[in-house]
């Protein structure tokens, strides 16, 4: 099992520009998570997914859109990426009654 | 609404007993966790408890949870250079289908050799 992986490790964006970052689990898990982390901030949840075909905001969704492609995929969507997205975004799974195990992030800098 | 604080240091020397501590708020908690982050990684998960225990042990990893002031804490027994991370405090409250965590901003651990 590879558990949780995230793509890409790196990104360098300008202001202004879209992309999607990717999560994908094979633990068999129904809800996923997608949080960012920001020194002194802790980790903030962005938005999650209870199950396949379900999303719920979080703490921190504005600028944000996700979605759940499949029980294990779940993608983050920055459409008109800002310097204040910069950050480090880790993307996580659990079973309902679990705990949640976390990818290994993707650092984002907007330019 | 949850709040989850934790002091943002500790150092210890090797070889001796590290505790970290956590206080939260949402008195509907029903498991409390400790997760592990090292440079430049992921978050690995350490330890829970349930918020009907007092006291958990793992090896060199003691939780214990003070339910009624709502005080968790890590202590880490003979700590090695190793253990040099930031330490996340989270507690699980329920949400729409799943359930969320409300983390802590972490506490870096530094262990001097």
């Known amino acids: 099992n590879a558990g949780v992986t995230q793509t890409p490790k790196f990104q360098v964006l300008k202001t202004g520009q879209s992309m999607t970052l990717q999560c994908a689990q094979d633990?068999?898990?129904?809800?996923m998570y997608w949080y960012r982390q920001d020194p002194g901030m802790g980790l903030r949840l962005i938005y999650y997914?209870?199950?396949?075909?379900?999303?719920d905001k979080g703490e921190v969704p504005n600028g944000y859109n996700v979605s759940r492609l499949n029980k294990r995929e779940f993608s983050l969507r920055l459409e008109s990426a800002a310097p204040s997205q910069t950050s480090v975004y880790f993307c996580?799974?659990?079973?309902?009654?679990?705990?949640?195990?976390f990818g290994p992030g993707t650092r984002l800098l907007v330019l | 609404g949850e709040d989850v604080e934790q002091s943002l240091f500790l150092s210890v020397r090797e070889g001796d007993s590290s505790v970290i501590n956590c206080t939260y708020t949402?008195?509907?908690?029903?498991?409390l966790y400790w997760y592990k982050q090292e440079p430049g990684a992921g978050l690995q998960l350490l330890t829970y408890?349930?918020?009907?225990?007092d006291m958990k042990q793992d090896q060199r990893l003691t939780v214990l949870l003070n339910k009624k002031d709502k005080h968790l804490s890590l202590r880490i027994a003979d700590t090695q250079t190793g253990d040099s991370a930031i330490y996340f405090c989270?507690?699980?409250?329920?949400?729409?289908?799943?359930?969320?965590?409300?983390f802590g901003k972490g506490t870096k651990l530094s262990v001097i050799p």
């Open positions: 949402d008195s509907s908690s029903t498991y």
């Open positions: 997914s209870a199950s396949e075909g379900t999303t």
């Open positions: 408890i349930f918020s009907n225990m």
């Open positions: 996580a799974s659990a079973t309902s009654q679990e705990t949640q195990y």
């Open positions: 633990m068999n898990h129904n809800s």
């Open positions: 989270a507690e699980r409250t329920p949400g729409a289908g799943s359930y969320q965590l409300t």
